[in-house]
């Protein structure tokens, strides 16, 4: 982001026009518009993806086991060497079985204390 290009844009924008309507509503979208427009050239969105909850199943060692496992992945990528991936991929087994393994453990435990169709069907579809 050039800093410089940018308070010249803000010194330059025409906030004035947001001033010449009457409505306290109309100055604030119209000075908001022009802001965000100058925002948005120097700095353009980006997406994230935000999880609201960890599934119960995941543990930190699970978690910890993934960032191995990327690690590995990026190092593998960077030397295109035969043994680092093949680490990446020990790896990456080994944190797809843990992960398995806990889901379905979970989805076992919960199903013991299944009492009603009702809950089963509930189960099933959160299991899917």
Do not use: G
């Amino acid at each position: 982001m050039d800093l410089e290009r940018f308070k010249s844009d803000i010194e330059y924008a025409p906030f004035q026009v947001a001033f010449t309507c009457n409505d306290t509503d109309d100055v604030l979208w119209a000075w908001q518009s022009l802001f965000d427009d100058i925002c948005n050239t120097h700095v353009p969105w980006k997406e994230v993806k935000i999880k609201s909850q960890a599934p119960p199943w995941m543990t930190n060692e699970k978690r910890i086991k993934m960032n191995r496992r990327f690690k590995l992945f990026k190092l593998a990528v960077a030397t295109n060497c035969p043994i680092q991936w093949s680490e990446n991929k020990c790896a990456r087994n080994n944190v797809t079985r843990s992960i398995r393994l806990a889901k379905a453990s979970y989805f076992s435990n919960l199903s013991k204390e299944i009492k009603s169709s009702s809950a089963y069907w509930n189960l099933l579809n959160k299991a899917t």
